[in-house]
Nanobody
């Protein structure tokens, strides 16, 4: 099992940038696939980005391609989400997630960090 804590959320104007961080602890981190999800009020949680254990394979939702970048530093047990050219529709609580069981699904989640993008 792995514990995840997000940070870096905040309020930003449209077109601005934020960098979210996720710190992991509890179990080995380096071989877990990691991801970012988000959930807006009244909506279901949606996928944003994922990265494999080595950092060599990434995948993004179409809505964030070209604007967001996921990366990881296994030595620091951390994963980040660099968000550029933010849009109001990016407003949501962002969650860090880990595939701690190696089964291809995310099973461990952080508490979330709020990102609000003003028009």
């Amino acid at each position: 099992q792995v514990q995840l804590v997000e940070s870096g959320g905040g309020l930003v104007q449209a077109g601005g940038s934020l960098r979210l961080s996720c710190a992991a602890s509890g179990r080995t981190f380096s071989r877990y696939a990691m991801g970012w999800f988000r959930q807006a009020p009244g909506k279901e949680r949606e996928f944003v980005a994922r990265i494999n254990w080595s950092g060599g394979i990434t995948y993004y939702a179409d809505s964030v391609k070209g604007r967001f970048t996921i990366s990881r530093d296994n030595a620091k047990n951390a994963v980040t989400l660099q968000m550029n050219s933010l849009k109001p529709e990016d407003t949501a609580v962002y969650y860090c997630a880990a595939d701690s069981r190696g089964l291809g699904t995310f099973d461990s989640w952080g508490q979330g960090t709020q990102v609000t993008v003003s028009s």
